[in-house]
């Protein structure tokens, strides 16, 4: 492992998750199908059919293409802060502006209040009763950690191993407090 990078965790899907996401393409590609077969064989070709033959099928595409770019590829801990990396939008917390880490349960009491509730898994701004407003970024809800900042904002995600996880993440945030108490006592 490069100086940069010491450990990843690939963000793996759960049973839920993947057929969700398999149900959901295959309810979008049916409708657009459908409509491509509606309004050019069974309705007189005009403007508005054209239109929707191209519009309907281009939204599928879009809700089905664009949630991929933000869902979590892996997590890796880095030189500069634990990742969450993604193909759109890498998000990196610096670890001394984490406050606390610990292994999340799944709930199903939980508001979405943007992102996805299903497709490539739970993405997106939550509020999970009890635990408060959460930006998730959950594969496998069987897998999910939660993690605070000193900012107060939460994050939820699923790595491999969340035990390891955990335990990596604090023994980081230890180190980091003994280095500044030493930096600060000398």
Not at 80 to 109: A, S
Not at 138 to 153: A, D
Request: glycine fraction near 8%; charged fraction near 20%.
């Amino acid at each position: 492992m490069g100086k940069s990078e010491d450990f990843y965790s690939v963000a793996s899907y759960d049973g839920v998750v993947k057929k969700v996401t398999v149900a959901i393409w295959i309810l979008l590609v049916t409708e657009s199908l459908f409509f491509v077969y509606l309004f050019s064989v069974e309705m007189p070709l005009s403007f508005l059919s054209i239109v929707l033959i191209v519009f309907m099928p281009c939204i599928s595409l879009i809700v089905l293409v664009v949630p991929y770019f933000f869902t979590p590829k892996g997590f890796r801990f880095a030189y500069q802060g634990f990742r969450i990396e993604r193909l759109r939008n890498i998000i990196t917390i610096p670890y001394n502006q984490i406050l606390d880490v610990q292994r999340g349960k799944w709930t199903w009491k939980a508001v979405r209040l943007g992102g996805s509730g299903g497709l490539y898994g739970y993405l997106g701004f939550f509020h999970l009763f009890g635990i408060g407003n959460v930006w998730m970024y959950v594969t496998n809800r069987h897998k999910m950690v939660l993690l605070e900042t000193k900012k107060g904002v939460k994050y939820a995600f699923s790595p491999e191993d969340p035990e390891g996880f955990v335990s990596r993440i604090q023994k980081k945030l230890v180190n980091k407090f003994v280095n500044d108490r030493m930096f600060y006592d000398s």
